[in-house]
């Protein structure tokens, strides 16, 4: 084993003797006073040190494209599909886990291992679908920050979309703060949009008994519930969370030994399983009110009508009317929260893909920048052309777009999971190699399905000549078969790439800590993820 350590010796990352390439390598030269250190010791007071990265990832799980989602789910069918909500949850947790684990355990994380392990011309196709994700997920923060103001302040909703432009410069004050600082942010935030659903709850009054039903007795009745359980299932696990999670973990300082490793994941999962709870208790509340709402016996025909068609600004309206003005503000304050943390993630994630895949560093103003134009302008062209039902449908494409683009993300986080070369001892078992591999078929057949079946319906309704149905079918069945081909390759292709940081064993972290002093071998949180700057990395040297 070698050591690889900065200038003064001290050490950082354990290295294999194989491949001594650090072109890559996470590392730094000093550490911080304001780095998060995890204790070298067994407590339960180490799960304080953790937290923080779930309430960030948790954000997508709440954010106004699934709120749409929930608001539609409990119009139409009341409490019926809230334990696709709990299936989900459940599904997301594993997942997302996965990813956590993937960055603590190798010090890289997922777009990172995508450059290091794909040849240039696929890694980069992998980093356009990553970035045409994000800029997707921005859409729905977008518009439903506009909504928000529109619903606080009356302003309208193209005005509202040039002014979320200014949330670059709320970001830009927050990124000197350090990760730390902003993650106590997003849990405020959280914490608000949670407060603000239960306020809800206590105007609409749900029934108890039927809620608990929809949790716990799967049904779907209807013609258009499969397909609205499908819309939940695939807007639960977003594409950038996954690069986002494996990176937000290695802010952390973590003894590098199969101890504080294993410590390292544990706390992670109860953490994430925390944050998620929460955003999953917020789905429930949306769907609850939103079914309480629309089957009361005391609404109007055009209440009754807006049930029908529920979007973000409808429901709004319809609040308004049915529990009163407190209860509409109480939701504009929930989705400004909601899109204004949803921006936050969705930027950082965006600065870890382009890092990761490219060793790009862009300035964050600059990125910042290059992202939200890239949302604002069709969300603004839609907004003063179409209205509030054209940013509501707006939405709803954005949401496709995710769903579309998740393989490229989750088989490569399922594929380096499962490897023993990137994870040594670490690697998933056997079990729940398969299980995981079950969840993340289900969702990639679930998404696959919604979009072939969305695009044949769109084929059979449309009102164009038979001629051009044709050709937009060949075009579209093309486009599908390269698709398909695309994950077939990520599954299929033998991972070659091994990780070169590796948990000391017991006996080699006592060696170790024998030769370096009394204190514990640490591996440094990335400079890049502590200061959410993304600086040049330097040079580090080789101590055998």
Not at 18 to 35: C, H, K, M, V, Y
Not at 166 to 180: D, K
Not at 194 to 200: L, Q, R, T
Not at 322 to 338: D, N, Q, R, T
Request: aromatic fraction near 8%; include cysteine.
């Amino acid at each position: 084993m070698a050591i690889t350590g900065s200038g003064s010796g001290q050490p950082q990352f354990i290295s294999s003797t194989g491949n001594r390439s650090f072109s890559n390598a996470p590392l730094i030269e000093n550490s911080d006073t304001n780095q998060v250190v995890v204790p070298d010791r067994r407590s339960w007071k180490n799960l304080f040190a953790y937290m923080g990265p779930g309430f960030l990832v948790s954000i997508a799980y709440i954010d106004p494209g699934n709120f749409e989602t929930d608001l539609q789910a409990g119009a139409q069918y009341k409490y019926e599909l809230l334990w696709i909500i709990l299936v989900a949850s459940c599904a997301a947790l594993v997942i997302q886990s996965m990813a956590a684990n993937l960055g603590v355990v190798t010090g890289k994380h997922l777009a990172e291992h995508c450059r290091t392990e794909y040849p240039r011309v696929p890694n980069f196709i992998l980093w356009i679908i990553a970035e045409i994700a994000i800029v997707a997920c921005d859409i729905p923060e977008v518009i439903g920050t506009a909504f928000a103001l529109n619903m606080l302040f009356n302003i309208p909703v193209w005005i509202g979309v040039l002014l979320t432009g200014l949330s670059t410069l709320i970001l830009l004050a927050l990124q000197q703060y350090g990760v730390r600082k902003l993650e106590f942010l997003i849990a405020f935030l959280v914490f608000t949009i949670a407060a603000c659903f239960v306020a809800e709850l206590g105007y609409a009054k749900p029934d108890a008994k039927e809620v608990t039903k929809g949790l716990f007795v799967p049904e779907l009745k209807g013609n258009g519930a499969t397909g609205l359980a499908i819309s939940l299932l695939g807007a639960m696990v977003m594409p950038h969370n996954l690069f986002l999670h494996s990176a937000l973990v290695l802010s952390r300082k973590i003894p590098r030994s199969v101890r504080g490793i294993k410590e390292a994941c544990s706390f992670y999962m109860i953490e994430s399983a925390f944050a998620l709870s929460v955003a999953f208790l917020i789905n429930v509340c949306v769907i609850s009110v939103s079914g309480a709402v629309c089957n009361s016996s005391n609404l109007n025909a055009e209440d009754q009508a807006s049930c029908q068609n529920l979007d973000l600004n409808e429901a709004s309206f319809l609040l308004r009317n049915v529990l009163g003005k407190w209860s509409s503000k109480l939701f504009g304050i929930a989705l400004l929260a909601s899109g204004q943390s949803s921006t936050i993630t969705g930027t950082y994630a965006g600065q870890y893909v382009m890092q990761g895949f490219l060793d790009l560093r862009l300035e964050p103003w600059i990125r910042n920048m290059l992202t939200r134009c890239l949302a604002i302008v069709p969300s603004l062209i839609v907004a003063v052309i179409g209205g509030s039902a054209g940013a509501g449908k707006l939405i709803i494409i954005a949401s496709m777009i995710l769903s579309f683009e998740l393989p490229f993300a989750l088989v490569p986080l399922l594929k380096f999971a499962s490897c023993k070369t990137k994870m040594g001892a670490h690697v998933n078992s056997t079990m729940i190699s398969v299980v995981t591999w079950i969840i993340g078929t289900l969702i990639m057949a679930i998404n696959i399905y919604y979009l072939m079946t969305g695009f044949i319906k769109l084929l059979l309704h449309s009102h164009i000549e038979i001629v051009a149905k044709v050709f937009l079918g060949m075009i579209g069945f093309s486009g599908m078969a390269i698709y398909l081909a695309g994950i077939a390759y990520l599954v299929l292709r033998k991972n070659t790439e091994a990780t070169h940081l590796l948990a000391l064993t017991a006996s080699e972290n006592q060696q170790m800590t024998n030769e370096q002093g009394n204190g514990p071998i640490y591996s440094l949180p990335r400079e890049d993820i502590v200061s959410m700057q993304l600086p040049q990395r330097s040079t580090p040297a080789d101590v055998d």
